[in-house]
């Protein structure tokens, strides 16, 4: 069996990221990686035949490549994951590798070659469609006149008061869009923030996108006001050393 890992530009492994994707059927959330041009990808090759590909970016700074975050294979030879998978790490130098636990393949090489694994994300998916109600409250897209908001595409007027801003994110993988939202802090606790990611759905299936979002593995309220308004976790962010 020859290997052959050589590095390709995007547009020559774009139809196996194609495959990826649709077989990972969730939001990817390193997807941006390669439109912002952070990544570099490797193609594989079996015998001379394309097998799979794999890619890598910066953990912490983007100029870096310590970090493997995508690695596909054609089924008909994922029983050669482990040889490849090993000669990929000694050609990039990787440190690390990042994975969704939804994406089957990579999870289990992570599992099988790195030490050291933390949860760092929880993932989350559309799940049920919540029919919160909030008497008097007001969800609508920012404009110029709404000083402080303007990073922000909505918000959520309460009894005239802005109580809170979000967002989608459409930098994902299609059909995606990730949810992001605050509630000032004055207004906390009282049910704003799953009221506000219930209307985001909304709208990110009135733009034709399927609503996906993420929090940080040690914050608690965001996952409850995110299931309150009927998302559910689908996955985690992992990370592990390899070398």
Known sequence: MDISILRAPLDNISHLRTLFLHELNHQFICNKCHLYGWA????????????????????DRRQDRDTIFEFYLLPPHRRFADDIFRQFHALCG???VEVQSNDVLLASLLYAHARNIRAE??????????????????FREVTAEDAGAEDNEYLLEHNGQVVATGGLMLNYNHPY??????????????GYGSYIVQQLKSEAYRRGKVPAARCNILNRVSQSTL?????????????????
Do not use: S
């Not at 594989?44 to 953990?59: I, K, Q, S």
């Not at 994300?121 to 007001?138: C, K, N, S």
């Not at 299931?227 to 070398?243: N, P, Q, S, T």
């Open 40 to 59: 570099d990808t490797y193609l594989f090759t079996l015998n001379g035949e394309a097998a799979g590909y794999g890619a890598v970016w910066g953990t």
């Open 94 to 96: 990787a440190i690390y």
């Open 121 to 138: 994300a929880i993932l989350f998916e559309d799940h049920i469609t919540t029919r919160l109600q909030m008497p008097g409250a007001v």
């Open 177 to 190: 869009a990730d949810i992001y939202m605050a509630v000032k802090e004055a207004h906390r606790g009282r």
């Open 227 to 243: 299931e309150k308004a009927g998302l559910v976790v689908c996955g985690h962010r992992l990370k592990g050393d390899i070398g």
